[in-house]
């Protein structure tokens, strides 16, 4: 994404001397800004109102219902700044951790909206490194009926998003910054670090 405001944003997400008090915030007004792109595609459809001097035709948001789906944990840093745009998307989650000796994602946690199958669903995670957990995010989604699902991530390296474009060719991926490479432990490279950990400070 091109906006000045979001690269202006994520320059600061990225300094290492940004602590997570300004990280946190930083990353709920990126993802606010971001769903204001991610959205561009929503269905409209026209109503009838009564302004207070006439009747008029007006356009809203029609078509499926929204889902965010952050992966735990560090897509709960997006959560909050997606749903100020969009207050009535339901949201679910799907808790994955990557092993750190065989960089493949874990499975602990899903739950999901009763009707999964027939929203629209947003993917949300901070980082996409080598693409294995958004992948199978994104699986474990289809598994349980979703047919419709976008991926929002801050930073990509280009590796992870081949990965999820093989994978999941029908998913569109929305990107803040498409990063250089990933280093020989999986990090993206500049990136921003350790997302988990500098939005809860738990290093
Ligand atoms: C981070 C990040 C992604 C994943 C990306 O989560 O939030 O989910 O790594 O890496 P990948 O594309 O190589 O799978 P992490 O596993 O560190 O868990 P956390 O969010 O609980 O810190
Ligand atoms: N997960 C992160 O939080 N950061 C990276 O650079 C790669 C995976």
Known sequence: MNHPLIKHKLT???????????F???????SMLMAYEVTR????????????VSKTKS???SGKKLGLV?????????????????????????????DPETLKPVEYYCKLPSDVNERELIVLDPMLATGGSAS???????????????????????EGIEVVKEAHP????????????LNDHA?????????????????
């Not at 997006?78 to 745009?85: A, F, P, Q, R, T």
């Open 59 to 61: 356009q809203v948001i």
């Open 136 to 158: 199978a995010a994104i699986g474990f989604l289809k598994d349980r009926g979703a047919e419709s699902i976008k991926l929002v991530c801050l930073i990509a390296a280009p």
């Open 41 to 52: 595609d929503l269905h409209l459809e026209e109503i009838e109102i009564e302004t207070p």
């Open 70 to 98: 952050p992966i735990l944990r560090a897509g709960l840093g997006m959560v909050e700044g997606m749903l100020s745009l969009l207050p009535a998307a339901r949201v679910g989650h799907v808790g994955l951790y990557r």
């Open 170 to 181: 029908d998913v569109d991926i929305y990107v803040a910054s498409v990063d250089e490479k």
């Open 12 to 22: 600061i997400i990225r300094d290492k001397n940004t602590g997570s008090k300004e």
């Open 187 to 203: 990090y993206i490279i500049p990136g921003l670090g350790d997302a988990g950990d500098r939005l809860f400070g738990t290093k």
């Open 24 to 30: 946190r915030e930083l990353v709920k007004e990126v």
